[in-house]
């Protein structure tokens, strides 16, 4: 018999619908999987019109031309769920913001920050990463399984466990915290994974007498900014309204520029002094408020991968560095728009700024090409990762 576990941030999460500020029926092309599709040709062949064929004979959930909103949303509600009830429901759908991986007969459930409330109960809520028995419910047709030979289920969740809880290390900061993780995480790749449950703890343990010593460059904050230009040009997608008012806060505090046509950013003879004048306030004023929050989001990461075993990137390296230089962007995007409001930063807009980079950065269809760009910059390289951090 499966089993199924979920955190307890997926147990208190409950959809805002039309109080939503950045609904998954906008702009998403809602995958449709073959056993609804049937579903519908039997039991509701009027929603067919709602579908069309995607690609390689794979379905997606028709949007509405001029307003990018799936066709069936409904004054903020979804017109499926309405009328013929969550049994009509894709499981792209019916699942988001959930993630389910298995490990082995263990379904694990977890969630992503590209939701509004998901981040807003990441970042505020009480223990939102602890992992606790649920009731067996609907899962998706297709579940990745990250259970590795020669490990448990039970050793994998552990190994999981030891990595949510280097996140809530209270002594240490979000990027002490972080370079444990890619050092351990890097050691890890040097071993059988059957191995990896007593070597994580002691890796883990002892990381912070063997980091290399961070490797700064002057560009790197500028780098960080057109390396986002970059990937949401490469995407060919519009750039959604609450993250471009994110981008345009980071321009505006580090005084450049980005041309979006070119893919280019310009600088000014002000952004090398502004870059420091944020970073002189993230040690004067920022850092005690925020670096919880960073944990936070770290801690979100690591959940919502089922960290080391799964994530964006296809080895251990690749993930570490793909983590590190997000959470990189969503440091230099906090003290931009803590710098341009005068010292203020609400709680809604730190909201609004982890969720809009997550719902771009971590839905990126493949990761190839960010790597790419991080391999050019050097963040592939611990001791360039850590620099952009320390």
Wanted: aromatic letters at 8%; one cysteine or more.
């Amino acid at each position: 018999m499966t089993t199924q576990l979920r955190t307890k941030l997926v147990s208190e999460f409950v959809c805002t619908t039309d109080k939503c500020p950045d609904t998954c029926c906008k702009h998403w092309s809602m995958q449709m999987d073959l056993v609804t599709y049937e579903k519908y040709k039997k039991d509701a062949p009027e929603l067919l019109d709602a579908v069309e064929e995607d690609y390689d004979q794979t379905f997606i959930m028709k949007k509405d031309t001029q307003t990018g909103y799936c066709v069936k949303f409904d004054g903020g509600k979804c017109g499926v769920h309405i009328k013929y009830g969550e049994k009509f429901l894709g499981d792209a759908c019916y699942s988001y913001p959930r993630i389910t991986r298995a490990a082995g007969e263990m379904n694990i459930i977890t969630a992503t920050m590209s939701c509004p409330e998901i981040a807003r109960i990441a970042l505020y809520g009480e223990n939102p990463f602890a992992i606790e028995e649920a009731i067996p419910s609907r899962v998706p047709q297709e579940i990745k399984n990250i259970l590795a030979d020669g490990l448990s289920r039970e050793d994998a969740l552990n190994i999981h466990k030891l990595f949510i809880a280097a996140t809530e290390d209270e002594a240490a900061s979000a990027e002490q915290i972080f370079a444990r993780i890619s050092s351990a995480s890097r050691s890890l790749t040097r071993m059988e994974k059957k191995g990896w449950l007593g070597a994580a703890s002691m890796y883990l343990r002892l990381a912070d007498s063997s980091l290399p010593a961070p490797e700064k460059n002057i560009n790197d904050p500028f780098n960080l900014l057109h390396s986002l230009c970059g990937l949401v040009v490469a995407s060919k997608k519009n750039i959604p309204p609450r993250l471009q008012q994110t981008i345009s806060e980071m321009e505006k505090a580090l005084r450049v520029k980005l041309d979006w046509e070119n893919v280019l950013i310009h600088t000014s003879d002000e952004s090398l002094d502004a870059y420091n004048n944020l970073q002189a306030l993230w040690k004067n004023e920022m850092q005690e408020t925020y670096t919880p929050l960073l944990k936070r989001w770290l801690g979100a990461q690591i959940s919502a991968s089922l960290y080391p075993f799964a994530g964006l990137g296809g080895n251990l390296p690749e993930r570490i560095t793909i983590i590190g230089v997000r959470l990189a962007i969503l440091k230099l995007a906090l003290m931009s728009i803590y710098s341009i409001n005068d010292g203020k930063l609400h709680q809604d807009d730190v909201i609004r700024v982890v969720q809009s980079l997550s719902r771009f950065l971590e839905h990126l269809a493949d990761p190839s090409f960010s790597l790419r760009i991080y391999e050019e910059t050097g963040w592939n390289k611990e001791n360039r990762l850590l620099g952009l951090l320390f």
